[in-house]
């Protein structure tokens, strides 16, 4: 199984502020995103991670071990921190585009107008935005039907599969 996930933040005591997460201490978030993580996804799963993984290489390096799946690391703009923790990813890059269940998947911290295959019916995935209705993004992406946001914020603190991104988009579109 494939599955999604952008803007952790593990240890970020300044994102629960920004995005009003529902947690009142840093522990208390990092234990609930890996409580959620490793109920949906074994050992066996691939996790994209779009992004902000964690605070900091100490944070990322106890974190990681402590998560199911074989992880993929987009970076994001907060993952500059990351460099000894950045071998115990799968693959690292910047903008990657993978194979979903015979669906184009391109993969970005940031949202992008286009994308490979955005005219053929491909996907792109990704977060940064958060839950915040003040970024301009957030007005742009709700119009691209493929579009699809994957940040913690917005998907339970969960990593999601495509199908549930697709449905969340749907939703969001009623």
């Known amino acids: 199984m494939i599955y999604y996930l952008a803007d952790t933040h593990f240890g970020d005591g300044r994102v629960m502020m920004l995005a009003k997460r529902p947690f009142s201490e840093v522990e208390e978030m990092n234990r609930a995103l890996i409580e959620r993580w ?11 991670i779009l992004g902000d993984f964690a605070v900091s290489d100490a944070v990322a390096c106890e974190i990681l071990p402590l998560l199911n799946g074989r992880k993929h690391l ?4 907060h993952d500059s921190a990351l460099t000894t923790s950045l071998t115990a990813f799968e693959s690292v890059s910047q903008l990657q585009r993978i194979d979903d269940n015979g669906r184009c998947v391109v993969l970005c911290h940031y949202p992008l107008l286009s994308y490979e295959n955005s005219i053929y019916g491909g996907y792109q995935v990704f977060g940064h935005i958060h839950n915040n209705p003040d970024d301009i993004a957030t007005r742009f992406v709700r119009q ?10 917005m998907t339970g603190f969960a990593p999601k599969t495509l199908d549930e991104l697709i449905a969340m988009k749907e939703d969001e579109s009623n």
């Open 74 to 77: 987009i970076v994001g703009n």
């Open 144 to 153: 691209l039907s493929r579009s699809l946001h994957a940040g913690a914020d």
């Open 38 to 48: 490793n109920r949906r996804v074994s050992s066996a799963d691939d996790v994209y």
